[in-house]
């Protein structure tokens, strides 16, 4: 089946700086990429859709200039939290979609700001 | 986007056949109903979707009755490593290219041996 793979699988950062997590579709090209957010015992939560070529469509209460998103390939999306705060921890999901095909995920990222 | 009412969680032992029902009153004719799985600190994993009536895969069993309203994931003879949250979604199936998935709080299984 087709992989999603994200890179770090973990990563602490100190308050205040900024993190880059890395979502590729490894055998297919994905011109649209989910990223989503989940907190501890709760649902993921989609913040924003990820256009190849344009500008990612961000979902309401999410602050665009924080967690900024370039989809600058087929296969490659990726995602800056800025400015990193504790409460920003979490488990951070990207997903990606085939055509006429399930949404695959990768395997996430666990982000702790200490 | 449909929603989706799940049981928040189930109990079952080893062995046993476990039967999810998932409820959807507004899903729309193009939706489809997808079910993933997630263990902890891991992305949710597909299992199976459809459409209509029954679906069947190596590992289980989608059940889905004349309205729609509402499906059934049947997992036979649960394992311990089955222990995880199991979500429901309704949605554009294959052949939208960019639908988005909306998921509900899902149901926490847990297998007990």
């Known amino acids: 089946g087709a992989v999603v793979s994200q890179h770090p699988s973990r990563v602490i950062c100190k308050s205040g700086t900024s993190v880059k997590i890395e979502c590729r579709s490894l055998?297919?090209?994905?011109?649209?990429m989910f990223w989503y957010r989940q907190f501890p015992k709760q649902s993921l939560m989609l913040m924003a859709t990820?256009?190849?070529?344009?500008?990612?469509?961000?979902e309401q209460g999410v602050e665009k200039d924080k967690f900024l998103i370039n989809h600058a390939s087929l296969t490659l999306s990726t995602l800056t939290v800025t400015s990193a705060h504790p409460e920003d921890s979490s488990f951070y999901i990207c997903?990606?979609?085939?055509?006429?095909?399930?949404?695959?995920f990768g395997q996430g990222t666990r982000l702790t700001v200490v | 986007l449909a929603k989706t009412t799940q049981p928040i969680s189930m109990d079952s032992y080893e062995g046993q056949e476990v039967n999810i029902t998932c409820s959807h009153n507004?899903?729309?004719?193009?939706?489809?109903i997808t079910w993933y799985q997630q263990f902890p600190s891991q992305g949710p994993r597909f299992i199976i979707q459809?459409?209509?009536t029954k679906v069947t895969n190596e590992v289980a069993s989608l059940f889905i009755p004349a309205d729609r309203k509402s499906s059934t994931l049947s997992l036979p003879r649960v394992s311990l490593s089955d222990t995880a949250v199991y979500y429901c979604?309704?949605?554009?199936?294959?052949?939208?290219?960019?639908?988005?998935?909306?998921f509900g709080k899902g149901t926490k299984l847990s297998v007990i041996p």
């Open positions: 997903s990606a979609r085939k055509v006429r095909t399930e949404a695959f």
């Open positions: 055998d297919f090209q994905a011109t649209t």
């Open positions: 990820s256009n190849e070529g344009s500008k990612a469509t961000y």
């Open positions: 507004n899903i729309a004719t193009n939706d489809y």
């Open positions: 459809g459409y209509k």
């Open positions: 979604l309704v949605g554009e199936g294959a052949g939208a290219g960019s639908y988005q998935l909306t």
